[in-house]
């Protein structure tokens, strides 16, 4: 069964503090990627990742970096946490080929910046 | 760029209806459409997957169409129950793209 699993489910930090959200694919798969949602704006995505040490922005980086090591991590940074960054982190992945890949998502960190 | 809008945005039926999702996109040039189910603060769940080349697929008591030159996909479900509820989102990925774009989502409350 694939599974793509985030490193937190809630998670409560303080304005300023630096944060690290994972995210962990145990298929194999080459693209990984952060969105964010947030009620009325659906999900937008953050950062994409298509092979290891490749990175692109999204639609709203600024704020945000990312790494990937290793072909099955993806992990968000939040340089200098802020209250407007409160949300809900949602990582998901794809294979690289075909259009028959499926999007799965890992089960969400819900963040709350003080 | 590509847009896609589903509507409605929100809608509430009693159990053992028979509904319709709509899911409405600008650029037909799409590689494939995917169908979501999204419990309340939980990830998005994949329910059904259309290759641009399909018209429809289905899963149980669901069933998705695709009409790329219309610009439409619908999600059909039959029989709805309460474990129904949830948000159903739809996302397409454009020919070039690795990037799926988005719909808002419908939020669906099927009541015993």
């Known amino acids: 069964d694939v599974k793509v699993t985030q490193s937190s489910r809630y998670l409560v930090k303080r304005t300023g503090e630096k944060v690290f959200l994972e995210c962990v694919q145990d298929?194999?798969?080459?693209?990984m990627f952060w969105y964010r949602q947030d009620p009325g704006l659906g999900l937008r995505l953050i950062y994409f990742?298509?092979?290891?040490?490749?990175?692109e922005k999204g639609d709203i980086p600024e704020g945000y970096s990312v790494s990937r090591e290793k072909k099955e991590r993806f992990s968000l940074i939040l340089e200098s946490a802020s209250t407007n960054q409160t949300s809900m982190y949602l990582c998901?992945?794809?294979?690289?080929?075909?259009?028959?890949?499926?999007?799965?998502f890992g089960p969400g960190t819900r963040l709350l910046v003080l | 760029k590509q847009e896609v809008t589903q509507i409605p945005a929100a809608l509430s039926v009693p159990e053992g209806e028979n509904l319709v999702l709509n899911c409405s996109f600008t650029?037909?040039?799409?590689?494939?459409l995917q169908w979501f189910r999204q419990d309340p603060g939980k990830g998005l769940t994949s329910l059904l997957l259309?290759?641009?080349?399909?018209r429809e697929q289905t899963s149980g008591r669901l069933n998705a169409s695709l009409d790329k030159s219309s610009g439409r996909s619908t999600l059909y479900i039959a029989a709805s129950q309460p474990g129904d509820s949830a948000t159903y989102l739809c996302?397409?990925?454009?020919?070039?793209?690795?990037?799926?774009?988005f719909g808002r989502g419908t939020s669906l409350i099927v009541h015993p």
């Open positions: 998901a992945s794809t294979l690289l080929t075909g259009s028959l890949e499926t999007q799965y």
């Open positions: 298929m194999d798969h080459e693209n």
């Open positions: 990742s298509y092979d290891v040490k490749m990175k």
């Open positions: 650029d037909s040039a799409i590689y494939n």
């Open positions: 259309i290759q641009s080349s399909q």
């Open positions: 996302a397409v990925r454009s020919g070039g793209s690795y990037i799926p774009t």
